[in-house]
């Protein structure tokens, strides 16, 4: 089976940076992903990692290291509308993904 | 472009009653489709997934059952809801690779 882990929850104050990691554990692993969730919204796509290395997407920049089972999610420039759940997520066969507990991020002026 | 449409948005039912979810595709053909199911709080559990017409895989053996009667439409039933059975079901679609899920706006279900 699958399984991550990512912290529960992680406080920043505007401009600042602030980095978000997800370790996982799986098979038939594809990539790694990385959405945004509202409270009371649906999720929406960010980032994917299919390769190691870092992918760069405004302020949101996602990272993956294969050998280390290990992704991260860094967002710059905090901005109040940034606080929000964050999920990394696994891809694996027939293009299932399985989702990590969620970070609950809290941007404070 | 692509859209996604899942109703109702909120639902109330009490405890033995049946259910029905549907989710509808436009824009695209032959997406993989998903039900997911996030407890208050919670991540997000995955139900459901088919790869085509007819085709449903089940994750969590459970009460509830998916069907994809067309290509673009995938329904999450149950003939007797359980209180546990409670959370916000997601449908979401994704091009053949899975790279990116895109999500309905979501169904919060009461069962009470």
């Known amino acids: 089976g699958q399984s991550l882990e990512q912290p529960s929850e992680v406080t920043a104050v505007e401009g600042a940076i602030v980095q978000i990691n997800c370790t996982y554990q799986t098979s038939g692993f594809y990539g790694l992903s990385w959405y945004q969730q509202h409270d009371g919204g649906a999720p929406t796509f960010l980032s994917y990692n299919g390769l190691d290395g870092l992918e760069e997407t405004g302020r949101f920049s996602s990272f993956l290291s294969r050998s280390d089972s290990y992704g991260y999610l860094l967002l710059q420039e905090l901005q109040m509308k940034d606080s929000a759940s964050y999920f990394c997520?696994?891809?694996?066969?027939?293009?299932?993904?399985?989702f990590g507990k969620g970070t609950m991020l809290l941007v404070s002026p | 472009s692509q859209t996604i449409h899942q109703w109702p948005a909120t639902l109330v039912q009490p405890v033995g009653s049946p259910l029905s979810l549907e989710c509808t595709v436009e824009?695209?053909?032959?997406?993989?489709l998903y039900w997911y199911r996030q407890a208050a709080g919670r991540g997000l559990q995955l139900l459901f997934y088919?790869?085509?017409?007819?085709?449903i895989s089940s994750e969590v053996p459970q009460n509830l059952s998916a069907s994809r009667p067309q290509d673009r439409q995938f329904i999450l039933s149950s003939k007797k809801l359980l209180l546990s059975d409670s959370g916000f079901y997601l449908c979401a679609w994704s091009p053949r690779q899975g790279e990116k899920l895109f999500f309905g706006s979501g169904t919060q279900l009461s069962v009470l």
């Open positions: 997520a696994v891809i694996s066969g027939y293009s299932t993904l399985t």
């Open positions: 824009g695209t053909s032959n997406p993989n």
């Open positions: 088919s790869v085509g017409i007819g085709q």
